[in-house]
Nanobody, 124 residues
Framework: QVQLVESGGGLVQAGGSLRLSCAAS????????MGWFRQAPGKEREFVAG????????LYADSVKGRFTISRDNAKNTVALQMSSLKPGDTAVYYC?????????????????WGQGTQVTVSS
């Protein structure tokens, strides 16, 4: 497993941008598929974006496609989520997660390493 710490959340107006970062510690970060998930109050945790081990494959939820961009830097053991054109519906706690996998997995139950989460609030 890896240890994950998110940062970069905050309060932003609708239409604005935020960049979330996730720093990983532990062995072989390059061997993990990384994902971003979010959970709004009263709702289940949902997949936002995922990135393959090399960064060559990306997967996005339909709700964020074209607005969010996931990236990773294996040399720095980091993964980022650039969020643009934010909407009030994007308000949630955002989590970084890791899974030892070959393919991107868009379901939370397969991920075995999680960060503590960072709050993103989008005001209208």
């Amino acid at each position: 497993q890896v240890q994950l710490v998110e940062s970069g959340g905050g309060l932003v107006q609708a239409g604005g941008s935020l960049r979330l970062s996730c720093a990983a510690s532990g062995r072989a970060f390059w061997s993990y598929v990384m994902g971003w998930f979010r959970q709004a109050p009263g709702k289940e945790r949902e997949f936002v974006a995922g990135i393959s081990r090399s960064g060559g494959s990306l997967l996005y939820a339909d709700s964020v496609k074209g607005r969010f961009t996931i990236s990773r830097d294996n040399a720095k053991n980091t993964v980022a989520l650039q969020m643009s054109s934010l909407k009030p519906g994007d308000t949630a706690v955002y989590y970084c997660a890791a899974v030892a996998s070959i393919t991107i997995i868009p379901t939370s139950d397969k991920y075995d390493s999680w960060g503590q989460g960072t709050q993103v609030t989008v005001s209208s």
